[in-house]
């Protein structure tokens, strides 16, 4: 069992008491050992699982969790009427008396020292779970009572006669909304059936990633005590960090909801024993149109960090984004890629190496940026891709909620940008803290300076256009490319899908797919989703959030999820019936169920809705 701080020795004698309470529980069950009556037995899995979920538990917590439960069968259910406020009577009156019988215990003479009345009075309050989700004891005991839940009970929950598969999502649910996310990325790495499996799926309503095996990693998992799972080991700030998206997180939902509202439109009949999925993207040659889009902050998953995706994508033959805001400069990148020694399929036809590109915050400080350009292209970068939509960083909640002191990989901070990942009166988002030097000012004026900061073979490209109307602009304007982006719904909440962006401009602007290349990423989580991207004309895809799930097993990993999407699409391909991506088009699809969602015009004014007269007066 995980370590836990040790107890003195009154606390200890008042654990003890404890114990020969939850043993004069008449019912019972079997355990290797014999037969465990069945409190002792569930708090002997609460204290364990405090080990793992917070293993610096002061004594009154490890109080609090192991009188969960206190003398429980003295209440049984059917004393209560089997309705909702039936329910919801029992179970407050099961949280009053337990605190009663707890505090009057812990003030038994036979401890000593005995314990103050204000550490009586904190264990009571504890057990009633006062302040849920603003008191951060009462917050582990809840995660604490969640994950017994789901490794020791819920399987035989689930079997009850009374309990429905709808019900069973529902319980789920509510359980999942009471954990935080410390307790979520605990309960994504414990052993569960297929059967628990699926329902907690149904239960997040979350599009799963494409599974991958479990490879024996290079290093020790990081908390070794933990077992591999398909979700990744990655420690609750990391998981917060990674998974977490803007407010309310619509945005992020639908990117990757939408996808699955654009059916396909197969063709038989076809040779299709041949399939290639190599292509160009900004005039390179690489194997997929697959490739890495611009993460931050890599060692917080793996010490290798963006080095060992680019050693990945070096070794696929893709593309690579390399952040501003990455845990190694990017020649320190470019350096680990150069060296790598591989050979591609399309090194092998084209004697090419994957591009590599630089992806660019604008710091308030220009000279900065000016300099991190200036590296950027002696490392060879072949583009730069300039984000255009996060002048400010996004509000992340689930990353805010969780000290930024928690974070791994980032003690000597972001070398790029020389932020660190400290509090503040905020919170800990680590996308917030450590984007604390972006320039709310850049406007189109200023893709003529970045210009200007560059040779003119490398390429410009827009990242984060998410309208008709700054796609024409951007093509006015003279850049190569655009990526259609909104941060992964990290930035602005409601943002549209981006795939019903890139359906906006086939309606609105379609010369722009024909003046410059039109990239994209977000929601991307299969090879159906690629083809459909490309079909509506994107030359490009990018994955963020898959790469560094990838990255939770290294190199290795890395390499592993971006075959499966590759996989994917070439089966795709043979299924519609294509053998070359020259061969893609539109009516490969039908996008009917969100054509309604589409704007139809590039101007800015909405179809029916007047401006308010005063505002029209100031801003026209």
Request: aromatic share 6%.
């Amino acid at each position: 069992m995980d370590e836990i701080n040790p107890l003195p020795g009154n606390y200890h004698q008042a654990l003890k008491l404890i114990d020969e309470a939850h043993a004069q529980d008449p019912r019972s069950v079997e355990r290797k050992s014999g037969s465990v009556p069945f409190e002792l037995d569930y708090a002997q899995h609460m204290t364990r699982w405090l080990a793992v979920r917070e293993p610096r538990a002061s004594p009154v917590l490890q109080l609090a969790c192991r009188a969960q439960h206190f003398r429980r069968w003295e209440i049984p259910r059917s004393s209560y009427p089997m309705t909702r406020p039936g329910y919801l009577t029992w179970r407050a009156k099961l949280k009053s008396q337990a605190a009663k019988q707890v505090a009057e215990l812990l003030a038994d003479a036979s401890i000593q020292p005995p314990l103050s009345q204000e550490e009586i009075d904190r264990v009571a309050a504890l057990v009633r779970k006062e302040d849920l989700k603003t008191d951060s004891d009462t917050q582990v005991l809840e995660d604490v009572a969640c994950l017994v839940f789901l490794d020791e009970q819920f399987e035989d929950f689930e079997k009850r006669p009374d309990i429905d598969e709808e019900k069973m999502v529902g319980i789920l649910r509510k359980t999942w909304g009471k954990m935080s996310p410390s307790g979520h990325a605990l309960a994504l790495q414990m052993h569960l059936s297929e059967r628990a499996k699926i329902l907690i799926e149904k239960a997040l309503g979350d599009k799963p990633s494409p599974l991958l095996p479990p490879p024996p990693p290079p290093h020790p998992p990081l908390n070794p005590r933990l077992p591999l799972r398909r979700r990744f080991i990655f420690p609750p700030k990391t998981h917060a960090f990674v998974t977490s998206a803007a407010t309310d997180c619509h945005t992020h939902r639908s990117n990757s909801h939408t996808y699955s509202l654009i059916t396909l439109r197969p063709r038989i009949l076809r040779d299709v024993s041949r399939v290639s999925i190599s292509t160009r993207i900004l005039g390179h040659p690489v194997s997929s149109p697959i490739f890495a889009a611009a993460t931050s902050l890599g060692t917080t998953v793996h010490p290798e960090g963006e080095k060992a995706i680019g050693k990945a994508c070096k070794r696929l033959g893709v593309g690579m984004t390399v952040s501003t805001s990455a845990s190694f400069s990017v020649g320190e990148i470019a350096r680990v890629v150069k060296d790598c020694e591989t050979v591609t399929e399309a090194e092998e036809e084209e004697k090419a190496i994957p591009p590599l590109w630089f992806q660019l915050y604008v710091d308030k400080d220009r000279s900065k940026s000016e300099k991190l350009l200036k590296l950027a292209v002696e490392a060879g970068v072949k583009a730069v891709f300039l984000t255009v939509d996060a002048p400010v960083p996004g509000k992340r909640e689930a990353d805010e909620r969780i000290s930024a002191e928690e974070a791994v990989g980032l003690s000597s901070g972001v070398p790029m940008t020389g932020e660190k990942a400290e509090n503040d009166k905020s919170g800990g988002g680590l996308g917030r803290i450590t984007g604390k030097f972006l320039d709310a000012s850049v406007s189109w004026g200023d893709i003529a300076w970045l210009r200007r900061c560059l040779p003119e073979e490398v390429k410009i490209v827009l990242k984060g256009v998410q309208t008709a109307t700054d796609a024409v602009r951007a093509m006015e304007a003279g850049v190569e490319g655009i990526v259609v982006s909104n941060h992964g719904g990290r930035s602005l909440d409601t943002a549209p899908a981006t795939i019903l962006v890139l359906l906006e401009l086939q309606r609105c602007c379609p010369q722009v797919f024909d003046k410059m290349e039109v990239l994209i990423d977000g929601g991307v989580t299969r090879g159906t989703d690629v083809f459909k991207a490309l079909c509506l004309g994107a030359s490009g895809v990018g994955i963020g959030r898959g790469i560094l799930y990838g990255l939770g097993y290294g190199e290795e990993g890395v390499r592993r999820y971006v075959q499966i999407l590759n996989d994917e699409l070439e089966t795709t391909m043979k299924m519609c019936g294509i053998t070359s991506l020259d061969e893609v088009h539109p009516g490969l699809l039908n996008t009917r169920a969100v054509d309604h969602l589409v704007p139809e015009t590039v101007e800015e004014e909405h179809p029916y809705a007047k401006w308010r007269p005063s505002m029209r007066k100031k801003v026209i």
